[in-house]
């Protein structure tokens, strides 16, 4: 644990423990970090929330004040930054369950307050099971119904759209995982409603603990209707507080939820009847049988679940992994959990592409856990579309996938990542002809649905310029590149740029633009040095840049491989070994690496039985391209079919497999195979337009052919040329 953190967090919360105002926002511009880190650096070094932590350190300054003075409670409650006695005494009393006059009248030490505060938290972990998801529903399906058929404004909104903030755990211990489940169970619920657009809960997490007011939330968010709330456990009680606000910070309406659960069945039919009168409804067969339905009877297996899915979001390798092994273990709880199923089938798929596990055994698990799932529960929306992904990407049946999306949408027509993959799909088919108008559909509709997922803003803004939607694209980067990292800003621009005058040479007008403003910074350099190499095919130009990149920045693996890989591309042998056997450069490469690395130096003096020697260690078993490469240079055709074959069940992107593909087969001079694989990737528009400048086309540049494909990428025909 940081104490030195904590002790200042500490000494500045009780330094301004009177201002009731005091919260996130002021606690980091003291802290001088911003409010992000402060949510995430307090969360981590307490367990709690900075909302809880302050509470508790306002609860237990008063439970000295109450001891140790003649204050009255209004007084002491005050003086701990409570705008309100009663308010203050019903947080007092949730957190040590005994009232604050009762503390103080009755012969209570602080241990004792303590040893209260441990009981209650015992009885905190109760049976909630059936009640938890019977709650959410019950309110979910209120709230669905009021949004749909009853609210009014006077100002019309400008949809039926809500999002539903994280609901604030008032519980005297955290609870947050539950309040969240609470939230998380009425977004799902309501997420099904076919005239509702409903933001993911990825997105509305960004505003917990937020300053932000709800005009200014539902504007980030584009909806025009805000559910809040607030959730609060103690003993075999829990309350739930609602208020659904449009746009325009109208409040309309609001309930509270205060059951003892001990009875389940009878709670179910007072609340069903309290709703039903409220909003004069007649609850439909389905729908009641909507509300006996639960995801699990296990509470605990939800938690993990909650947990392991909320991490997933991020959709990095340490997540997949972390929410791989919370959902092995609801799952574990609860072996008919077909959710958890569904999530464990689209971690393995994921660590798959991420070379975590491999290929096959990533899909194999994929499949076998979504087909659990099915078995479980048929209609289950994350199992469907993990099944259209691997039957499109994997099976190649682009008809059937298309047919899986379909259902998972008509199911949820809210869930992100449907739409997501489902516009990946058109990405990449039909093959040669990929439809990126359906791809900027599903596209736009994954981003309005989770508009701060960093994976959907990335495709989103790629599908806009494929369709050239340049000032719509325009819009949404000064919108969202809050989101992005300085260097992956700088990307944007460049293609921005780009496809606004259909010219890759605008990088490089780009790129020197932006180092007259930034002189010193590398990545510019090494991004210049890159354009030259890739789009002009001026080598001379590209070592100058790259070499400026890596002497700036000795530190970057990055830098030192590419300014390597020129080097030996241009045939400088003699500064490429120089800098391979450099100390600095063998301690930023891997022994894998070096081995990579000497490869491709023997590769460019067409010395390819050396190059065949370093391709038979072991750690060279992956190589395929390498090894391909130097099979086709020696004409020895049989063994790449074999190696082709390995190749296609590898993890990697179908784009990088085309374009290996398309250098293999240039070297082997079969042209019409390799111009299929060169086409198909011009069609996609892809990113990594290197391979263009790689020598095994030299031959091919004067063909009309090989001239039509740079045309359509935006790269110029006559190399060298600026």
């Known amino acids: 644990m ?41 969360r981590t070094e307490t367990g709690k929330s900075v909302n809880q932590y302050i509470r508790e350190l306002r609860l237990k300054k008063a439970s000295k004040l109450i001891k140790k003075t003649d204050l009255t409670i209004s007084e002491i409650a005050f ?38 505060r441990a009981k209650n938290k015992a009885h905190t972990i109760l049976n909630f099971k059936k009640a938890f998801f019977l709650v959410s529903a019950i309110l979910l399906f209120a709230v669905g119904y009021f949004i749909v058929n009853k609210t009014s404004s006077k100002i019309k909104p400008r949809s039926n759209s809500i999002a539903v903030l994280p609901f604030r755990d008032m519980s005297p211990e955290d609870n947050q995982w539950f309040s969240d489940g609470v939230s998380d169970n009425i977004l799902i619920y309501l997420s099904h409603i076919k005239d509702l657009t409903v933001i993911s809960f990825t997105s509305t997490s960004n505003f917990r603990d937020t300053d932000k007011s709800i005009p200014e939330i539902a504007k980030e968010l584009g909806v025009s209707y805000i559910l809040e709330g607030s959730v609060t456990v103690f003993e075999d009680k829990v309350k739930i507080n609602t208020q659904l606000i449009n746009a325009n910070d109208e409040h309309l ?9 001990e009875n389940v069945i009878t709670i179910q039919q007072n609340i069903s009847e309290e709703i039903a009168r409220e909003l004069e409804l007649t609850l439909s067969p389905k729908e009641e049988e909507a509300l006996k339905k639960y995801p699990t009877d296990n509470l605990e297996a939800y938690r993990l679940f909650l947990k ?18 919370y959902n092995k273990q609801a799952v574990a709880l609860d072996s008919n959990y077909a959710e958890a199923y569904a999530q464990l089938a689209y971690c393995y798929h994921a660590l798959g592409t991420k070379d975590y596990f491999e290929w096959e055994f990533a899909i194999d698990k994929g499949i076998f856990y979504y087909e659990k799932a099915l078995k479980i529960d048929p209609n289950c929306v994350m199992a469907i579309t993990v099944k259209a992904l691997i039957t499109g990407f994997v099976d190649r ?101 780009i496809y606004k005058y259909k010219d890759w040479r605008e990088a490089i007008r780009f790129f020197k633009t932006e180092i007259e403003k930034d002189p010193e910074n590398p990545f510019l ?19 100058e840049y790259l070499k400026k990149a890596y002497t700036l920045d000795s530190t970057n693996s990055e830098y030192a491989f590419s300014y390597y890989d020129i080097l030996v591309e241009s045939n400088q042998f003699k500064e490429a070994r120089k800098l391979f056997e450099s100390t600095n450069f063998k301690t930023l490469s891997s022994e894998k690496q070096q081995l990579i690395h000497l490869f491709d130096f023997y ?72 111009y299929l694989y060169l086409q198909r990737l011009s069609a ?15 031959p091919y540049r004067k063909e009309e052919r090989f001239k039509d494909i740079l045309k359509n990428l935006y790269l110029p025909i006559n190399h060298g040329n600026e």
């Open 397 to 497: 049946d682009p008809d059937k996938a298309e047919k899986l999306y379909e259902k998972a949408l008509a199911l949820n027509p809210n869930n992100a990542i449907s739409h997501y993959f489902y516009g990946l799909h058109y990405f990449y088919f039909p093959e040669d002809d990929p439809n990126l108008k359906k791809a900027l559909y599903h596209m736009r509709n994954a981003q309005r649905l989770d508009p701060f997922s960093l994976a959907i803003a990335y495709y989103y803004f790629n599908a806009l310029l494929f369709n050239d939607k340049i000032e719509e694209v325009v819009k949404y980067f000064n919108k969202i590149s809050w989101i992005w990292g300085e260097e992956f800003k700088i990307i944007k621009k460049r293609d921005i740029e």
């Open 79 to 116: 003086k701990v930054g409570f705008n309100s006695q009663p308010y203050f005494s019903k947080t007092f009393r949730n957190r040590y369950g005994i009232t604050p006059g009762e503390y103080k009248t009755q012969n209570i030490s602080s241990g004792e307050l303590a040893s209260k």
């Open 603 to 674: 590769y460019y003096q067409e010395n390819y039985k050396n190059a065949q020697e370093v391709l038979k260690d072991s750690l060279m078993a992956d190589q395929y391209t390498s090894k391909m490469k130097v099979y086709a240079q020696l004409g020895d055709r049989a063994p790449i079919e074999k190696e082709f074959n390995r190749f296609t069940g590898d993890a990697r992107g179908k784009g990088y497999k085309r374009q290996t593909k398309a250098v293999i087969y240039a070297i082997l001079e079969e042209k019409d195979s390799m």
């Open 525 to 543: 350099f090494h991004m210049l040095g890159s354009s030259y190499d890739e789009i002009l095919y001026d080598h001379l130009k590209a070592i």
């Open 253 to 261: 309406w609001s309930e509270d939820y205060n059951e003892n659960f």
């Open 2 to 42: 940081d104490k030195k953190f904590i002790d200042q967090v500490h000494h500045i919360v009780m330094s301004n423990i009177t201002d009731e105002k005091f919260g996130v926002r002021k606690l980091a511009s003291l802290l001088g970090l911003s409010a992000s880190q402060t949510l995430r650096k307090v």
């Open 684 to 698: 996609k528009r892809i990113r990594n337009i290197k391979i263009f400048g790689r020598r095994e086309f030299d």
């Open 308 to 325: 392991g899915r909320l991490i997933n979001d991020s959709r990095t390798t340490e997540s997949f992994v972390s929410s791989l092994e």
